[in-house]
């Protein structure tokens, strides 16, 4: 099927992917004294006492603003917060569908931190959560950091966390899967953008010490000049032992290769130099770094990519909607990582021992399972650390 000929076709029927509905009845006078004036004003004088009640009487319990400036939307670049809106309202159909979580798309006509940090604090009283989306790097950090400072809401990247929930759901269990401990493995990770920075903080989270960043210019190391000041502190925090040099010397040896990349970057040649039973995620979309096939052929014990055409896939959608679904059901004031971490246990849990082999290491997107078990250790996440509020 030529997908993006259907998608015209589709996008064109149906007019936007999201309809706002309404439980209330509607059918006469006493429906709409009930559901707006007079009765209205009852519950409107209740939450100007006390805001909070707002969750209660509102649908701002379950809604989540989607939020982008359409500079890094899918493959295609800066093409606009306009042409991104399809992607959000796609963001915002995967939200309904697979945790009944209401969101709406922000789509904002600027590139400038601040107007968009104090756009979305203005709008912010309104939602339970804040999802922003396709946002490019370096100002997906500076935004993501300064609304966490603004707000009394979760605000989450998701094409930085939601990628590394899943790529560490799915490197927790390709790890149990060949025998390594993650405090002894050896990685190299491809992009020192938005995912594969989120990636490398979350895996040394939970333990991963012997790792390597690379970007265009190669191995990133402390005191690297010409790199932006996001990808220093991460240098700064990576490669202990100062590895210099290209893609391809820093990989051989590695046990473990995670790309975020360009593709078609890693060669049979390089995964073949690495270390036995290596383990590859080569996650560029739609072109990965190395196609999977390429990668077995040359050696790889456990390979993972961002295509629904092959096993492994690293999709988002198995992480952001039951983290989500999870931290408003305590209405959370922030996801953490304590949450983050929960959601990927969460995630690897699903595919027991008896289950786990090379072709599947992560549960499908299309598992009914995936949802409620992540919300639920979300959910227990943000007790424990005491971000919950209920």
């Not at 379950?62 to 400036?69: G, H, I, K, M």
Request: proline share 6%; net charge negative.
């Amino acid at each position: 099927m030529d997908y993006g000929k259907k998608a015209l076709e589709m996008h064109r029927e149906w007019r936007g992917k999201i309809r706002v509905e309404t439980p209330c009845p509607l059918d006469g006078r006493e429906d709409l004294s009930v559901a707006y004036t007079p009765g209205v004003a009852a519950p409107c004088l209740e939450i100007a006492k006390d805001p909070a009640l707002s969750y209660e009487y509102t649908r701002r319990g379950s809604l989540v603003a989607v939020v982008t400036d359409g500079t890094a939307v899918l493959g295609l670049g800066d093409i606009g917060p306009e042409a991104g809106m399809p992607v959000m309202e796609g963001k915002c159909a995967l939200f309904k569908a697979f945790a009944g979580v209401d969101a709406f798309p922000i789509c904002i006509r600027s590139k400038d931190v601040g107007e968009i940090v104090r756009t979305v604090e203005l709008v912010a009283g309104s939602f339970g959560a804040v999802n922003l989306e396709d946002i490019a790097a370096p100002r997906c950090f500076q935004i993501e950091a300064e609304l966490k400072k603004r707000l009394d809401i979760p605000v989450f990247h998701d094409d930085q966390h939601g990628t590394a929930v899943v790529t560490v759901a799915a490197m927790l269990n390709a790890l149990r899967l060949t025998g390594r401990d993650i405090g002894s493995v050896s990685a190299v990770v491809n992009g020192a953008g938005a995912a594969g920075t989120a990636c490398t903080r979350l895996l040394m989270a939970l333990g991963l010490r012997d790792v390597v960043v690379c970007d265009k210019a190669g191995a990133l190391y402390e005191g690297m000049e010409g790199i932006t000041p996001a990808q220093a502190e991460l240098a700064a925090q990576t490669n202990p032992q100062k590895k210099k040099g290209p893609l391809a010397g820093v990989m051989r040896g590695a046990d473990v290769f995670m790309g975020f990349s360009a593709p078609g970057c890693v060669t049979k040649e390089m995964v073949a130099s690495m270390a036995e039973d290596p383990i590859v995620f080569a996650c560029a979309n739609p072109t990965p770094e190395i196609f999977p096939e390429e990668a077995l052929a040359a050696g790889a014990r456990v390979v993972g990519s961002g295509r629904s055409d092959y096993a492994n896939q690293i999709n988002n959608v198995l992480a952001f909607p039951g983290i989500f679904r999870g931290a408003l059901d305590v209405r959370a004031s922030d996801i953490n990582d304590g949450m983050k971490i929960a959601a990927a246990r969460a995630l690897a849990g699903l595919i027991p021992d008896s289950e786990l082999r090379e072709d599947n290491i992560i549960p499908s997107a299309f598992d009914k399972r995936v949802a409620p078990a992540v919300a639920a250790a979300v959910a227990q996440a943000a007790r424990d650390s005491g971000v919950a509020r209920i």
